[in-house]
């Protein structure tokens, strides 16, 4: 999987924002449109479901009992279970998320598990940057759109009978957001019908599946050979709350302030606090801005 070469398109610039028939996103999606343009078909086995529970949990059942000869890139149209970190429900109306789950084997130590979910969020930041969107990212997993939530990172381990471990990555990320939708959704959220078109993104949409996941296995890809080092400085680039206060939460309340400091080798936050600077993994935690 070294430098791949891709035969299909990639999703254009952005263009001003505009409404389409809402009906334009319930056309269904193209498994081979997402092979050729992801242009690894003999390496990456593509699958593409209308509606399931989850992605992430549709591989994790899998990979439990056997783990994966190849790359699997799994997408659905539609999830009625998706989740993200601390089993947070997922929220998305039909076609209106790019929902997609990356399985491959992880032959890696399984503690750094954690420190791949960033590298595959600077990946996909990266990516969704080089097509115009001025992406940012939250410690740990969140991908933001003008300090608003456009989508997700979360990152799982599955072992079969014979300790074989699997990782498995799934992405979110909102192409709009009816009313409904933001409703339901937890804080501020954003959508990539913000910067392009309604009718240009449905069209797109297998394109920028294929552009997402193929960041996303570029990125375990490096991480395996080379650990999250490659990562470090890539993030403090794109780290949304670089040099402002913020406050570590746990359970919903409190637990540390700080200003960030950066990120160590192993992907955790380094918070300037009043007693120095500490490390903080990701586990149950979130991060919030005091400033705001």
């Known amino acids: 999987m070294s430098g791949p070469k891709t035969t299909g398109r990639t999703p254009g610039p952005p263009r001003p924002a505009g409404k389409a028939s809402p009906q334009l996103f319930d056309a269904p999606l193209s498994r081979e449109a997402i092979e050729q343009a992801l242009g690894l078909s003999a390496a990456v086995r593509v699958e593409v479901v209308e509606q399931t529970g989850s992605t992430n949990d549709d591989l994790l059942e899998r990979a439990r009992l056997a783990a994966p000869d190849r790359p699997t890139v799994r997408v659905a149209v539609h999830q009625v279970a998706g989740r993200g970190r601390h089993g947070r429900r997922w929220h998305d109306a039909r076609g209106r998320a790019l929902l997609f789950s990356v399985m491959t084997s992880w032959m890696r130590d399984p503690a750094a598990a ?6 595959c969020g ?7 940057r080089q097509r115009g969107i001025e992406a940012r990212l939250k410690w740990p997993n969140d991908l933001l759109l003008s300090e608003r939530k456009l989508g997700g990172i979360l990152t799982e381990l ?3 009978s014979q300790a074989r471990a699997s990782l498995v990555v799934g992405v979110g990320l909102n192409l709009c957001l009816d009313p409904e939708t933001r409703v339901a959704i ?10 392009i078109v309604e009718a240009r993104l449905a069209s797109e949409r297998e394109d920028w599946i294929a552009l997402l996941a193929r960041a996303v296995l570029e990125a375990i890809e490096r991480f395996e050979r080379e650990g999250f080092a490659p990562f470090r400085a890539r993030f403090e680039g794109l780290f949304a709350y670089a ?3 913020v406050v570590v939460m746990q359970a919903g309340l409190p637990t540390l302030a700080g200003v960030p400091a950066g990120i160590d080798g192993e992907g955790r ?4 606090t009043d007693t120095g600077i500490q490390a903080v993994a990701s586990g149950e935690l979130s991060l919030r801005p005091s400033d705001a």
């Open 158 to 160: 599955a072992f079969d």
């Open 243 to 245: 040099g402002r206060p």
């Open 186 to 195: 937890d804080q501020p959220a954003a959508a990539l019908n913000e910067r």
């Open 122 to 128: 600077i990946s996909v930041a990266e990516a969704l």
């Open 114 to 119: 954690s420190a791949v979910t960033l590298a």
């Open 269 to 272: 936050l380094l918070l300037s």
